[in-house]
């Protein structure tokens, strides 16, 4: 059963040689046989594995009772966070196997363990996840990447730091912004590989969050890169930290969330986009992911949009999810706007159908440094093989360098 290798999936680790299973960055101690269906779950990578090999290359070939099996499957998903109601991680197709239902990276371990990394591009360098422990003792992932000064990027929605690093929508803005700066992001509170579970249900947590992985940035001021509600984040730390924020890079985000906004459409956009969540999250083929991919990746190529799908059940619960949906729907920054001192770069599609561009509009004229870019597109998500991903990163870059 030992294979020299490392799978990571989910927000899980599993180290073949070591027999090391870690959820969330911690060690979870599980009996040989719940590691070894784990193990052959993960080597499959999504193929499904059928409860003969199963019992082949677990029990040796000998017969054992249907509730077995059923006992380890049980138990290595309660290993994972998972569970046979959602089966978020671990799906169980009847009569025939189990097969992982979430993307899964692997690693050589002999080749990490017994040699360094090779040398690599600047901004390409190996990822490596840490943790930091916010305020109210909840533990955010983060990872640097890249070369020269520190550059925030504050936590999303909808991401997982690994499967970022994988991903053909988001790692091409890693690697744009890690040519000049070392990239500091994080899986905010609820979402990837940072805790699920959390207590609060403000704007202030998600700050905090923010500030403790600066904290592990460095002292100084240094800028910022976000987007979504992301942006209504880094509003608030400025504002309340000034002497942290050197510049801020919004993109296509919002000051008032649907709730906020004084109308009774966004009111009732918002309590739809929350039931979608709930019925739909992670389920191919349902109105809530036709509606999903529609409004935020209106242009996406078939593997863009694969991957988002994948990424919802990895990065977070339908009911994380949608509780998340539900807090960052009530943020509201509109009365810290005038106390932000940082030049701000707003950018934001004229299209964009998540959020709208009436709101960097207003955060423009409110904002006592702000610069507005309006961008030809109906993508909330960035997308690299569009003409206005190119735009974004270019007056990114002439921003950061102090040339706006």
Same mark, same amino acid.
């Given at each position: 059963?030992?294979?020299?290798?490392?799978?990571?999936?989910?927000?899980?680790?599993?180290?073949?040689?070591?027999?090391d299973l870690? #959820?969330?960055?911690?060690?979870?101690?599980?009996?040989?046989?719940?590691?070894?269906?784990l193990?052959?779950?993960?080597?499959?990578?999504?193929? +499904?594995?059928?409860?003969?090999?199963?019992?082949?290359?677990?029990?040796?070939?000998?017969?054992?009772?249907?509730?077995?099996?059923? *006992?380890?499957? /049980?138990?290595? @998903?309660a290993?994972?966070?998972? =569970?046979? @109601?959602? %089966?978020?991680?671990?799906?169980?197709?009847?009569?025939?196997?189990?097969?992982?239902?979430?993307?899964?990276?692997?690693?050589?371990?002999?080749?990490?363990?017994?040699?360094p990394?090779?040398?690599?591009?600047?901004?390409?360098?190996?990822?490596?996840?840490?943790?930091?422990?916010?305020a109210?003792?909840v533990?955010?992932?983060?990872?640097?990447?890249?070369? $020269?000064?520190?550059?925030?990027?504050?936590? &999303?929605?909808?991401? &997982?730091?690994?499967?970022?690093?994988? /991903?053909?929508?988001? @790692?091409?803005?890693?690697?744009?912004?890690?040519? #000049? &700066?070392t990239?500091?992001?994080?899986?905010?509170?609820?979402?990837?590989?940072?805790?699920r579970?959390f207590?609060?249900?403000?704007?202030?947590?998600?700050?905090? =969050? +923010?500030?403790?992985v600066?904290?592990?940035?460095?002292?100084?001021?240094?800028?910022?890169?976000?987007?979504?509600?992301?942006?209504?984040?880094?509003?608030?730390?400025?504002?309340?930290h000034?002497?942290?924020?050197?510049?801020?890079?919004?993109?296509?985000?919002?000051? %008032?969330?649907?709730?906020? @906004?004084?109308?009774?459409?966004?009111?009732?956009?918002?309590?739809?986009? +929350?039931?979608?969540?709930? *019925?739909?999250?992670?389920?191919?083929? *349902?109105?809530?992911?036709?509606?999903?991919?529609?409004?935020?990746?209106?242009?996406?190529?078939?593997?863009?949009?694969? #991957?988002?799908?994948?990424?919802?059940?990895?990065?977070a619960?339908?009911?994380?999810?949608?509780?998340?949906?539900?807090?960052?729907?009530?943020?509201?920054? /509109?009365?810290?706007?005038?106390?932000?001192?940082?030049?701000?770069?707003? !950018? #934001?599609?004229? $299209?964009?159908?998540v959020?709208?561009?009436e709101?960097?509009?207003?955060?423009?004229?409110?904002?006592?440094?702000?610069?507005?870019?309006?961008l030809?597109?109906?993508? &909330?998500?960035?997308?690299?093989?569009?003409?206005?991903?190119?735009?974004?990163?270019?007056?990114?870059?002439?921003? !950061? =360098?102090? %040339?706006?």
């Amino acid at each position: 059963m030992v294979a020299r290798m490392r799978y990571r999936f989910a927000d899980c680790e599993l180290d073949a040689e070591a027999h090391d299973l870690r #959820h969330l960055g911690r060690s979870v101690h599980v009996e040989p046989q719940v590691f070894d269906l784990l193990l052959i779950v993960a080597e499959a990578g999504g193929d +499904l594995v059928s409860y003969d090999a199963l019992m082949a290359r677990i029990w040796d070939g000998r017969i054992v009772s249907d509730a077995t099996v059923a *006992t380890r499957i /049980s138990a290595a @998903r309660a290993a994972i966070g998972d =569970d046979g @109601r959602r %089966q978020a991680v671990i799906r169980t197709v009847p009569r025939r196997g189990v097969q992982m239902c979430v993307p899964v990276v692997r690693a050589p371990r002999a080749a990490e363990d017994a040699a360094p990394a090779p040398p690599t591009a600047p901004g390409l360098a190996r990822q490596e996840i840490r943790y930091a422990r916010s305020a109210d003792g909840v533990n955010i992932a983060y990872a640097a990447t890249g070369t $020269g000064p520190p550059l925030l990027r504050v936590g &999303h929605w909808l991401t &997982h730091l690994d499967l970022d690093w994988q /991903s053909p929508i988001w @790692r091409p803005l890693l690697d744009r912004l890690g040519r #000049h &700066h070392t990239v500091y992001r994080y899986d905010q509170r609820g979402t990837g590989m940072s805790d699920r579970d959390f207590p609060g249900h403000g704007i202030d947590e998600f700050v905090a =969050d +923010l500030k403790a992985v600066a904290d592990r940035a460095g002292a100084g001021p240094m800028p910022i890169f976000t987007a979504s509600q992301g942006v209504s984040v880094a509003l608030k730390f400025a504002a309340d930290h000034p002497d942290r924020v050197s510049r801020l890079v919004l993109y296509a985000g919002y000051a %008032q969330g649907r709730y906020r @906004r004084g109308t009774e459409t966004a009111r009732q956009e918002a309590k739809a986009h +929350l039931e979608l969540v709930r *019925t739909g999250w992670g389920q191919p083929d *349902t109105p809530f992911l036709k509606l999903f991919t529609q409004i935020y990746l209106a242009n996406g190529t078939r593997d863009q949009v694969q #991957h988002l799908i994948q990424m919802q059940l990895a990065s977070a619960t339908p009911d994380g999810a949608a509780r998340l949906r539900d807090v960052i729907d009530h943020f509201d920054v /509109s009365d810290v706007l005038e106390r932000v001192q940082a030049p701000v770069l707003l !950018l #934001h599609g004229r $299209g964009d159908a998540v959020h709208p561009f009436e709101q960097s509009q207003m955060m423009a004229r409110r904002l006592p440094n702000a610069v507005l870019v309006p961008l030809d597109t109906d993508d &909330h998500v960035p997308l690299p093989h569009t003409p206005a991903w190119e735009t974004l990163m270019a007056e990114t870059e002439r921003f !950061l =360098d102090g %040339q706006v």
